[in-house]
Antibody, heavy 119, light 110 residues
Framework: EVQLVQSGAEVKKPGESLKISCKGS????????IGWVRQMPGKGLEWMGI????????RYSPSFQGQVTISADKSISTAYLQWSSLKASDTAMYYC????????????WGKGTTVTVSS | QAVVTQEPSLTVSPGGTVTLTCGSS?????????PYWFQQKPGQAPRTLIY???NKHSWTPARFSGSLLGGKAALTLSGAQPEDEAEYYC??????????FGTGTKVTVL
């Protein structure tokens, strides 16, 4: 079964760093892009960026460029989303999604990771 | 960055038909935007219904269909069921692997 398994909920203080993960299984991890999506409480979906684990080619939405870092470790089939200094406004649910470029298909979603930033 | 606009809310009667649309601030939506449609129910992750304008997944109910309509991407629900009550988001692809979500449409089946 193809799955994206995301890391558990996080509670952090402003200024702290954080790295959340998205582990792929049941498919060739290096052959599909992984995208990251933010959903702030009670709000809509926002596209953050995407990475191709095969060569670590990464593209960011302008709104998130410089605010987060997307990376991947293909040896353990895991993509990451990280912050160096969290803000209260980073409080949100974060989803990863698999993207098959050849057929322009985003098919498999992770269940999401809740990040809460509060002093 | 482009703004992608959807109707804030729509109501459909059980068994009825409703069309959701997805427009781009940069001009007409075309097949080159590879429009996607996602369904999200409260407390759940999104689920992909439609990709590349009109392609369905095995889990996509046959009552959902995607198209281009009047310069916009469209999602038509024919024969609405109570379980179709949800938030629906479109996603458009722009150059350079840049994607933008729509503002979302809350569909009520009533």
């Amino acid at each position: 079964e193809v799955q994206l398994v995301q890391s558990g909920a996080e509670v952090k203080k402003p200024g702290e760093s954080l790295k959340i993960s998205c582990k792929g299984s049941g498919y060739s991890f290096t052959s599909y892009w992984i995208g990251w999506v933010r959903q702030m409480p009670g709000k809509g979906l926002e596209w953050m960026g995407i990475i191709y684990p095969g060569d670590s080619d990464t593209r960011y939405s302008p709104s998130f460029q410089g605010q987060v870092t997307i990376s991947a470790d293909k040896s353990i089939s895991t993509a990451y989303l990280q912050w160096s200094s969290l803000k209260a406004s980073d409080t949100a649910m974060y989803y990863c999604v698999r993207y098959a470029e050849a057929v322009y298909d985003m098919d498999v979603w992770g269940k999401g990771t809740t990040v809460t930033v509060s002093s | 960055q482009a703004v992608v606009t959807q109707e804030p809310s729509l109501t459909v009667s059980p068994g009825g038909t409703v069309t959701l649309t997805c427009g781009s601030s940069t001009g007409a939506v075309t097949s080159g935007h590879y429009p996607y449609w996602f369904q999200q129910k409260p407390g759940q992750a999104p689920r992909t219904l439609i990709y590349d304008t009109s392609n369905k997944h095995s889990w996509t109910p046959a009552r959902f269909s995607g198209s281009l309509l009047g310069g916009k991407a469209a999602l038509t629900l024919s024969g609405a069921q109570p379980e179709d009550e949800a938030e629906y988001y479109c996603l458009l692809s722009y150059s350079g692997a840049l994607y933008v979500f729509g503002t979302g449409t809350k569909v009520t089946v009533l």
